[in-house]
């Protein structure tokens, strides 16, 4: 292949590739069903200092 072929086809797939990622990754993100579990990673980070905060 010459160089030409290679950035064509580079520049047709590499989108498509990236956009499925990144659609994988909405989908994986913004599931109804993962809401509690990304609360609860998201809590656990979070540190209190007293009982009056945890609220």
């Known amino acids: 292949m010459i160089h030409e072929s290679l950035v064509l086809f580079a520049?047709?797939?590499g989108?498509?590739?990236m956009g499925g990622f990144?659609?994988?990754v909405f989908i994986r993100a913004y599931n109804p069903r993962r809401?509690?579990?990304q609360q609860?990673?998201?809590r656990?980070?979070?540190?209190f200092d007293s009982a009056e905060e945890r609220r």
């Open 44 to 47: 656990s980070i979070l540190t």
């Open 22 to 24: 990144l659609l994988i």
């Open 40 to 42: 609860r990673i998201a």
């Open 11 to 13: 520049k047709i797939f």
């Open 15 to 17: 989108p498509i590739w």
């Open 35 to 37: 809401r509690a579990e």
